[in-house]
C-alpha cells in the first residue's frame, strides 16, 4: 500500500513520533485533525473495509458461475443447447468455481472475520470433497439422467451464496457504521 502523502505533511506542524511513524495535523474551522503516514503500516491489521469488498467480490463472481451454469442446465432441459456443449460450458466453470471459493474462504480466515469464515467452511468442504472423490465434473453420457440433481446442487450454492453475500454486506455496513460512531 503506498503511503499516504497529506499536503500538510511538510508543514512545520508535523512531528515524527517513535514508533508511530510521521504524523500530520490539518487545521479546519472546526478544529484540527491529525493522521498517521507510516507508509501504509496499521500495525499488522489487515483493513476490514478492504477485506469485505475483496469478499464480496469473490462471492459476486461464484454467484455469476453458478449463474452460468444453471443457465446451462436450463438451455439443456429446453433442447436449446446439445449436451457436449452444455457439459463443456459447466465443466469449464467447475475449477474456477472452486478456486474462488477456496479464495473466499482463505480471505475471510486471514482478516479474522471468523464467522463468515465459519459459514464458507462447509460449501468449501463439499467441493473439496467432490473433487477428492472425482465427482466435480459433468459427463456427457449421463447429463441428462442427472438434470433434476445438478439443477439442485447448483440452486442450493447460488441460495447458500446469496445469504453470505447478504450477511457480508451487512456486516460491511455495520462496521462502516462503528467506524463512523467511533469518530464522532
Known amino acids: 500500500m503506498a ?58 463472481v461464484l454467484l455469476s458461475e453458478l449463474l452460468a451454469m444453471l443457465m446451462c442446465l436450463a438451455d439443456l432441459e429446453f433442447d436449446y443447447i446439445n449436451p457436449y456443449d452444455s457439459a463443456r460450458r459447466i465443466n469449464g466453470v467447475v475449477l474456477p468455481e472452486f478456486i474462488s471459493q477456496g479464495a473466499l474462504c482463505f480471505l475471510f480466515l486471514v482478516s479474522g472475520h471468523w464467522v463468515m469464515f465459519l459459514i464458507s467452511v462447509p ?12 465427482q466435480h465434473l459433468v459427463d456427457i453420457t449421463e447429463i441428462f ?5 445438478e439443477k439442485k446442487q447448483r440452486l442450493f450454492k447460488l441460495v447458500y451464496l446469496v445469504v453470505l453475500l447478504f450477511m457480508s ?16
Request: net charge neutral; charged share 20%.
Open 145 to 149: 439422467n442427472l438434470l433434476n440433481w
Open 169 to 184: 454486506i451487512f456486516w460491511m455496513i455495520w462496521s462502516v457504521l462503528e467506524d463512523h460512531d467511533d469518530n464522532y
Open 3 to 60: 503511503p499516504l502523502l497529506l499536503p500538510s505533511s511538510r508543514s512545520p506542524r508535523s512531528r515524527r513520533l517513535p514508533g508511530i511513524g510521521k504524523m500530520a495535523s490539518v487545521e479546519g474551522p472546526g478544529g484540527s485533525l491529525s493522521y498517521d503516514i507510516a507508509a501504509g503500516d496499521n500495525g499488522g491489521k489487515i483493513d476490514e473495509r478492504g477485506t469485505r469488498l475483496w469478499g464480496n467480490t469473490c462471492i459476486e
Open 123 to 134: 460449501y468449501a468442504y463439499y467441493n473439496v470433497r467432490m473433487y477428492m472423490q472425482r
